[in-house]
Structure formats: structure tokens, C-alpha cells
């Protein structure tokens, strides 16, 4: 499809604002508009990767690929340089909204499109152009597709809404039992409660039932065990359990001694004997059978319910009498005996002795670097010593120098500041002539500097004479007439100067 008229004029007049070859960019241009008419051209300001900005021709537009038996159109971005054609142009994808550009081998994924023909523009510059590299693009564009479409999100579903349980209200923090398979999610409330564990523990005790050794024992608290020959736990405080809180920590009292300590002859308070009561009787001739104690959801146990045991209020001491206090106050008297000697470190001494070997090598290594250079030194000391006379006495040379410069130079400022001043008056004196400057010493040789100049004269007219004639400007006897006088004339004053010459000594 061809351009139209007023584009091609506007076209060109934009070319030769700023581009060097005018005609083959607005030759290149039209071809390429001519050939793909989906493109427009128009002016925009270009930035380059470094920054600077640039006024170009711009054309924008689609380009119609042929990809698997469909046309599609890919918008590009086409800016020529000011050097075009001895600088590519710069071609570039511009997806619209609903694309994105798909980066490949000739794409980056700014859009930039590369490609061999434009690396080697600079060396076939002559033989390229624009409608062959848009021509190269669009079998780019046919072999990889430079845009996708973008895809739209789906838009999020809202969660149906589902019966959801109310919330457990939490229990007094004296009353928080501790979490067992009933405390699980909603999912698994649904479920039957599995059945108890089997073991020792599944029946719940008989505190009616008399043990073979004695009486039963009174119930222990809860978490604590009943068989001091099973476990070790007797020797230490039970361990906390989880998610409990302060109300539900154990009493650090009921923790029972170790068994090395249960013999001492130390003396025990009586709330002591009474908590002992609770673990083991001294009394019975062997350790009475293990308890089991069941513990139900319904109603919990904790550490707070068991009562506590009768606390005996010690009577405090009296208070010291100071007036029956001694007055000399027993002071200990400082041990006289004097410390052990520190054991000698063999790692130390060795160190320090390997530290010691090692300055001293590097210090005898100095002295020795030292030495050796002492000589050169020693020599350079004595030839700077020989040569100082020689270099005092070019400086009293030089001293004496510079004086007689000084004076010169003054004398030379003066001269040509007086040099200045003759220049200066002689600006208001009147130019002399000539003739009276140039005047020969004696009345001969004043006679002869005027024929020379006759002669020299006479024989210029001639010359003219001649031009004229053959100017057409005088006739040829008025020529003829005028040079038979003239060369008489310039006989005469050759032959005058001749014999004056030879009268002067001046001829050969």
C-alpha cells in the first residue's frame, strides 16, 4: 500500500533536521512503511542504556506473522538513529495488557529483539536496511512467538461455611486437668474415646484391701509412686507436668531423701517424721506392695488437694544480751603458713625457650644484614666526603654567575626601556620622504640612481605599448611611432649608465 503524500513530505522534513545520510534513511523508511503499512511514524524522545537522550523517528505499530496457518500481529517499537545507516536500528516488543513478553533466542526479557544481522551492521552497513531486517524479524516471529497471553488469576472462592463447634471454655487454673485422648481436635471428638491402657494401672486400686506386711498405707499424691524398690524417681522430685500452672506444681516437701540419707542419726523435725509416714514405714520388715491408684476425668487430683501436714512453730532463740558480751572480740589469727611453690609449666618453658631461640635468630640475622652493608656505606660516606670541595667550589662559580647575569640583565632592562622611549617620540615626528633618504654619497652616483630609474622606466612603457596593441587599445602606428622614440631614448640611458658605471669602477 503506498504512503500518502503529506506523511512522505512530513517524513522527510523530520530527516533533515538531524539525520547525516537524509536520502537513504527517508529512502529506507518509506520502503519499509510502503511494505507494512500497519506501521506509523512519528517523533519521540529515545533514552539510551547510558543515559543520554535523543530526539529519533519512532515507528510503532504491528507486525502480521503467519504463525501455524493463523495471522497474528505483534506490536513492535522501531527507532532509528541519527547515524542510520551506519548505526542499526533498535527494534523492541511492546506488549500490550493482556500479554507478556516470552523471552527466546532473539528476545531478551526487556523486549530487545538480537540478532547476527544486526551485530554485523557496522561491517555491511552499505548493504543493509530496514525492510530486509523487519523481513528477517517476522520469521523470528513465525518460528518463536515473542508475546503470550497473560493469564487471568481465577478468582478466589470463598470457604463454604460448615458447622463449626463452639470453643471449650478453659477451666479455673486451680482446676486444669492435665490433657488426655479426649483433648483432641473436633474431628477426632466425634470419635469414641479409645479404651484405658492395659497394665498395671487399668484397675483402679482397693484401699480396703490389707497388705501382707501391715496396715495399708494412707494414699499417695497423685503423680507420685508408690514402690521405692522400682524406680528412682524417689530420690528426686517427681517431674512437672505439661501445661500446668503454678497452682498445680508439686510441693518440694513431699519429695522423699535419698536412701543413703535415710539412716543418718541427723534430727528430723516432726513434720519431716509425718511426710515419711507417707513413703515408707521403718516399722515393717519389708517394703509394702506397690499401691494403684486410679484417677478418673471427672474428678481430677492435684498436688493442691492433698492436705497439708501440721507445721511445728519453732520458738526463735532469745536475743543476744550485749551487756554480757565480752569486750575483746576473738579474732583469728592469720595462717603463718606460706603457699606452695607454683609447679613448674614444661609447655611453658618450652614455649618461652622456642620464643627466645627465635628472637635471637632474627636479631643476630639484623646485625649480620647490618654488617655487611656497613662497608658500601662506609665507602659512599668517604666519596661524598672527596667530592665536597669540587661541589663548594662550583657553587662560589655559580654565586659569581649569577651576579654577572643580574648586572647584564639590568643593563639589558635599561636599554630597552630606552629603546621604548625613542620609539615613543619618534611617533610625533613626520615621515621623511623617500628620495631624501636614499641619497647617494656623491653627485655621480645621485646621477646614476636616476637613470637606472629612467631606464628602468623606459623599458616598462615599451612592455605596456605592447600589451596595448595587442589589447586592440592603440593602432599598430601609433605603436610603432611611440616605441621608435621611446627606444632611442632607451639606448641613450642604457649606454650613459654603462660608461658611468665603468667611470666608478663598478661594471666589469
Not at 516399722?283 to 511445728?312: E, Y
Request: hydrophobic residues 35%; glycine residues 4%; charged residues 15%.
Amino acid at each position: 500500500m503506498p504512503v500518502q503524500q503529506h506523511v512522505l513530505n512530513w517524513l522527510y522534513s523530520v530527516l533533515t533536521s538531524e539525520y547525516h545520510d537524509v536520502n537513504r534513511a527517508y529512502n529506507d523508511v518509506a520502503q519499509a512503511l510502503t511494505q507494512y503499512s500497519s506501521l506509523a511514524p512519528r517523533t519521540d524522545v529515545h533514552t539510551f542504556s547510558h543515559g543520554a537522550n535523543a530526539l529519533l523517528l519512532h515507528l510503532t505499530g504491528t507486525l502480521p506473522v503467519n504463525f501455524r496457518g493463523t495471522t497474528y500481529r505483534f506490536p513492535v517499537s522501531i527507532w532509528v538513529p541519527h547515524a542510520y545507516p551506519r548505526e542499526p536500528p533498535m527494534i523492541y516488543v511492546v506488549p500490550t495488557d493482556t500479554m507478556m513478553i516470552r523471552p527466546g533466542q532473539h528476545v531478551d526479557p526487556q523486549g530487545l529483539i538480537y540478532h547476527p544481522y544486526l551485530v554485523r551492521w557496522a561491517e555491511f552497513w552499505h548493504k543493509s536496511n530496514l525492510q530486509d531486517l523487519l523481513g528477517i524479524v517476522t520469521d523470528i516471529f513465525a518460528k518463536e512467538p515473542p508475546v503470550i497471553s497473560r493469564q487471568q488469576a481465577p478468582p478466589a472462592q470463598a470457604p463454604q461455611p460448615g458447622p463449626t463447634p463452639p470453643p471449650v471454655p478453659p477451666l479455673p487454673p486451680g482446676m486444669a486437668p492435665r490433657p488426655t485422648t479426649q483433648d483432641q481436635s473436633a474431628a477426632e471428638q466425634q470419635r469414641p474415646p479409645p479404651p484405658p491402657p492395659k497394665g498395671p494401672q487399668s484397675v483402679p486400686p482397693n484401699p480396703q484391701t490389707p497388705s501382707p506386711a501391715g496396715p495399708p498405707l494412707p494414699p499417695l499424691p497423685q503423680g507420685s509412686p508408690a514402690d521405692p524398690r522400682r524406680s528412682s524417681r524417689y530420690d528426686s522430685a517427681p517431674p512437672l507436668p505439661p501445661q500446668i500452672n503454678s497452682a498445680e506444681l508439686p510441693d518440694p516437701r513431699f519429695a522423699r531423701p535419698p536412701a543413703q540419707h535415710q539412716a543418718s542419726h541427723a534430727p528430723v523435725p516432726e513434720h519431716a517424721r509425718a511426710m515419711q509416714s507417707h513413703y515408707f514405714n521403718p516399722a515393717q520388715s519389708q517394703p509394702p506392695a506397690p499401691q494403684r491408684q486410679w484417677q478418673t476425668p471427672q474428678q481430677p487430683q492435684t498436688w493442691n488437694q492433698v492436705p497439708p501436714p501440721p507445721q511445728v512453730q519453732a520458738k526463735p532463740p532469745p536475743p543476744p544480751d550485749l551487756l554480757d558480751e565480752p569486750l575483746a572480740l576473738n579474732i583469728p589469727t592469720a595462717s603463718t603458713i606460706a603457699a606452695p611453690p607454683i609447679p613448674p609449666n614444661p609447655e611453658k618453658d618450652a614455649l618461652l625457650h622456642q620464643l627466645a631461640q627465635t628472637l635471637c635468630a632474627i636479631r643476630v640475622r639484623a646485625r649480620q644484614q647490618n654488617d655487611s652493608s656497613m662497608a658500601g656505606l662506609q665507602a659512599q660516606q668517604t666519596a661524598m666526603l672527596s667530592v665536597m670541595p669540587a661541589l663548594q667550589a662550583e657553587a662560589g662559580q655559580l654565586a659569581q654567575l649569577s651576579n654577572v647575569l643580574a648586572s647584564n640583565s639590568n643593563i639589558l632592562h635599561d636599554a630597552l626601556r630606552k629603546a621604548d622611549g625613542v620609539i615613543e617620540g619618534s611617533r610625533s615626528h613626520p615621515v621623511p620622504d623617500v628620495d631624501e633618504l636614499l641619497v647617494a654619497p656623491t653627485v655621480v652616483a645621485n646621477q646614476l640612481y636616476t637613470l637606472v630609474a629612467e631606464e628602468r622606466a623606459l623599458g616598462d612603457a615599451i612592455f605596456m605599448l605592447g600589451r596595448a596593441v595587442e589589447r586592440g587599445r592603440i593602432s599598430p602606428a601609433v605603436f610603432a611611432k611611440m616605441t621608435r622614440s621611446l627606444a632611442r631614448e632607451w639606448y641613450l640611458k642604457k649606454a650613459l649608465v654603462r660608461k658611468i658605471g665603468q667611470g666608478m669602477g663598478l661594471a666589469s
